[in-house]
């Protein structure tokens, strides 16, 4: 799906689509660049060895993978994007707000020379179109208890904390937001 959206006095038009595995190598450097930005800013997310490439790969095979292009550019961000598929969302410590179908998101980032221009809010208005389009009134994601940016995203973007979820032995803050 493509869009236009205004960020810093400039019109960029966005485009959204299903990635490939020719998207590979930009899309794992645009991860390599996330995972070293939450290193850098001394978070725990990302750096345990996930996301790594089979992660990626796996995405791309499961279809679930998406990536935004600008202005015909190629490839500034990326997440994993899913329908229902988060077990362990069953094991919420809180409340989720429903009990329905719901799209959850991973692995949400920018590319560094992209970021601070409102694209991951262009990103998360996406990642609700998608749950629209499929008469799914729900969606659901996590992150580090140090994300402080995509804390304040989630906030920004009318998200509710729902409580904590636990991968590889960690507990992630949980959010869900009712569309």
Request: aromatic fraction near 12%; charged fraction near 25%.
């Given at each position: 799906m493509s869009f236009c959206f205004v960020a810093q006095q400039k019109?960029?038009?966005?485009?959204?689509?299903?990635?490939?595995?020719?998207?590979?190598?930009?899309?794992?450097?645009?991860?390599?660049?996330?995972?070293?930005?939450?290193?850098?800013?001394?978070?725990?997310?990302?750096?345990?060895?996930?996301?790594?490439?089979?992660?990626?790969?796996?995405?791309?095979?499961?279809?679930?993978?998406?990536?935004?292009?600008?202005?015909?550019?190629?490839?500034v961000g990326y997440c994993a994007l899913m329908?229902?598929?988060?077990?362990?969302?069953?094991?919420?410590?809180?409340?989720?707000?429903?009990?329905?179908?719901?799209?959850?998101?991973?692995?949400?980032?920018?590319?560094?020379?992209?970021?601070?221009?409102?694209?991951?809010?262009?990103?998360?208005?996406?990642?609700?179109?998608?749950?629209?389009?499929?008469?799914?009134?729900?969606?659901?994601?996590?992150?580090?208890?140090?994300?402080?940016?995509?804390?304040?995203?989630?906030?920004?973007?009318?998200?509710?904390?729902?409580?904590?979820?636990?991968?590889?032995?960690?507990?992630?803050?949980?959010?869900?937001?009712?569309?």
């Open positions: 019109i960029m038009k966005l485009n959204f689509r299903q990635a490939v595995l020719a998207d590979v190598d930009r899309v794992w450097q645009i991860l390599q660049q996330g995972i070293q930005k939450r290193k850098a800013e001394g978070s725990q997310q990302w750096q345990d060895g996930y996301p790594n490439l089979q992660v990626l790969l796996a995405d791309i095979a499961k279809a679930s993978g998406l990536v935004m292009e600008i202005n015909g550019e190629g490839i329908v229902n598929d988060e077990p362990q969302y069953a094991h919420i410590e809180g409340q989720w707000l429903s009990d329905g179908d719901f799209v959850v998101f991973h692995r949400l980032v920018i590319a560094q020379e992209h970021l601070g221009k409102g694209l991951a809010k262009a990103f998360f208005a996406e990642i609700e179109n998608f749950a629209r389009t499929r008469q799914i009134q729900s969606v659901r994601a996590d992150t580090n208890f140090d994300n402080l940016e995509m804390l304040q995203l989630f906030a920004r973007c009318g998200y509710s904390y729902c409580g904590e979820v636990w991968f590889r032995g960690t507990p992630r803050k949980a959010f869900e937001k009712l569309l």
